[in-house]
């Protein structure tokens, strides 16, 4: 169970007043879009003040990644800003001192929607912006994969960028986040075909129930698995049903954000704190203290998307 509840400020445009728990522990939110939110150094801030104290983002080099290579020096400065100065109060409650921005990893790479830019060149550029210093460290490729639902791309396009980008993230020695929908079964066999990289492999925003999961994880020990917002949707049993499968160190939290916002503030916009709602549900689901999922999963972000020296 959670220890206590704080109240948040998280859509100051809307005047919305958010309640999120307090897990006891800091934790991460390994897939986010920082480019996509109206206000990314409020939601850095709000996110330190919940407790989320490191933030994975996604930039994906077919749309503005110049946003977060320029951008995120400024968000994180104004994010410490707002900190050191209380400004947006949380209701009820002071900053603790030295409270102050997330850590932020990047992940880079061409989500399967924009699959037809992937050719030679956008590969290559792919592979120097990843080796390139940026504000933040280069943490894994991302997110790649397969999505049959909506296919923006032609799925042969799909297949050539998921195979291309799983090839250099063995080159490189990172850490693939994957995203599937529609397309699991399919997905399964490339990462068989191709190999899991020994860095990790994330399968992001697990939908699936755990027959599914049980698959994904038998590929490798290398193969976590991370739940977003949808873990809290009440007609997805399938997902809580899944956790009981995915052992503690090989389970991530995540936003999607701006996307897919728990309950009970499904519908609204998205952001790094609201990780928190997820663990919980996670928690609860489990039959444990919040404190230890927040914990645990830090663990896991950290040992997956740490630091490393990204192979030339």
Not at 82 to 92: A, M, P, Q, Y
Not at 191 to 220: K, N, Q, Y
């Amino acid at each position: 169970m959670a220890e206590g509840r704080d109240r948040i400020p998280t859509f100051p445009g809307s005047g919305k007043t958010v309640v999120l728990p307090r897990l006891g522990a800091p934790t991460a939110d390994t897939h986010a879009h920082l480019d996509m939110l109206a206000d990314p150094a409020g939601a850095l801030a709000r996110a330190a003040r919940a407790g989320v104290t490191l933030v994975c983002t996604v930039v994906d080099l077919t749309e503005e990644p110049e946003t977060t290579f320029d951008g995120l020096a400024g968000w994180l400065d104004e994010a410490g800003g707002i900190l050191g100065t209380s400004e947006g109060d949380t209701v009820g409650a002071e900053d603790p001192a030295g409270l102050v921005p997330p850590e932020v990893r990047l992940i880079l790479g061409v989500h399967p929607h924009n699959a037809s830019a992937y050719d030679t060149a956008m590969h290559e550029r792919l592979r120097a912006a990843a080796l390139a210093p940026h504000t933040a460290p280069v943490a894994g490729l991302g997110e790649l994969g397969l999505d049959f639902h909506y296919d923006h791309s032609p799925r042969d396009a799909q297949r050539d960028a998921f195979r291309r980008q799983l090839g250099l993230a063995h080159e490189l020695g990172l850490p693939v986040t994957v995203h599937l929908r529609a397309a699991h079964e399919e997905g399964l066999a490339i990462l068989a075909e191709c190999g899991v990289p020994e860095a990790g492999c994330i399968i992001h925003c697990f939908t699936e129930g755990p027959d599914m999961a049980e698959r994904f994880l038998a590929l490798s020990d290398a193969v976590v698995i991370s739940v977003a917002g949808p873990v809290t949707f009440a007609k997805a049993q399938q997902i809580r049903d899944a956790l009981q499968v995915v052992p503690l160190d090989r389970l991530l939290l995540e936003t999607d954000s701006p996307f897919l916002a728990p309950a009970p503030y499904r519908g609204e916009p998205n952001e790094p704190a609201f990780t928190v709602l997820n663990a919980a549900r996670v928690a609860e689901t489990l039959g444990l203290e919040a404190a230890t999922i927040a914990s645990r999963c830090m663990d896991n972000a950290r040992r997956v998307f740490g630091s490393r020296e990204v192979r030339p």
